[in-house]
């Protein structure tokens, strides 16, 4: 099993950054594939980016494209979310989840607030 801790979200104005870190218990964290989801008031939970294992290969929504990067540090059982150019529309409760290989993901962080003034 894995525990996720997801932190660094807050409040930016339109046109801010922020820096989302997900740390993660237990010795097998470098075999989950990891993803950042983001649910707004209202709005169904969805899928914000994903990663590798290795972090070789990483996916992500249309809407944040060119703006979110993810990235992941297995030495230090974390995973990043740089939002970059950040809108209103961005705003949202921010989770991480991890997947065993071939699984949904089966664990979830606990979430962080983003919130994006205009």
């Known amino acids: 099993q894995v525990q996720l801790v997801e932190s660094g979200g807050g409040w930016v104005q339109a046109g801010g950054s922020l820096r989302l870190s997900c740390a993660a218990s237990?010795?097998?964290?470098?075999?989950?594939?990891m993803g950042w989801f983001r649910q707004a008031p209202g709005k169904e939970r969805e899928l914000v980016a994903v990663?590798?294992?290795?972090?070789?290969?990483?996916d992500y929504a249309d809407p944040v494209k060119g703006r979110f990067t993810i990235s992941r540090d297995n030495a230090k059982n974390t995973v990043y979310l740089q939002m970059n150019s950040l809108k209103p529309e961005d705003t949202a409760v921010y989770y991480c989840?991890?997947?065993?290989?071939?699984?949904?993901?089966?664990?979830w962080g606990q979430g962080t607030q983003v919130t994006v003034s205009s």
């Open positions: 989840a991890a997947a065993n290989p071939g699984y949904e993901y089966g664990y």
């Open positions: 237990g010795r097998t964290f470098s075999r989950y594939r």
């Open positions: 990663i590798s294992w290795s972090g070789d290969s990483t």
